[in-house]
């Protein structure tokens, strides 16, 4: 495996794990505002994509440019959303699905 792709999983692992830990806190968080739904729901996705691009980058796929630069798009939307949220784990959300956005902005260039 050549190591920008290794870099590519990383990072999509990475932002799969916030995703998944700001979505279940978000929704455990009985203090959270109808505001937020739509924040847990892109995490939710966002999640499920980066591990759908990375199995994708992980096989070397045939599409796997279009996988990604679809995840890349799902990452800034995640990103942008969780920024509007003050929790720790909005903030960790953020910046996973910033270096996962640039990961697959960057990734076969």
Do not use: K, W
């Not at 995703?19 to 009985?30: H, R, S």
């Not at 990452?75 to 903030?91: G, K, L, P, S």
Request: proline share 2%; glycine share 2%; aromatic share 6%.
């Amino acid at each position: 495996m050549l190591p920008r792709q290794q870099h590519v999983l990383n990072a999509l692992a990475a932002c799969a794990a916030a995703c998944d830990n700001c979505a279940a806190l978000g929704f455990a968080d009985f203090s959270a505002t109808p505001n937020q739904l739509r924040s847990l729901q892109l995490s939710r996705d966002c999640a499920d994509l980066c591990r759908l691009a990375a199995a994708f980058v992980a096989r070397e796929a045939e599409h796997t440019i279009y996988i990604l630069r679809e995840c890349a798009e799902l990452c800034r939307a995640c990103a942008n959303e969780c920024t509007q949220f003050a929790t720790d784990y909005h903030r960790v959300c953020t910046e996973a699905c910033r270096r996962g956005e640039d990961a697959c902005r960057t990734a076969f260039v």
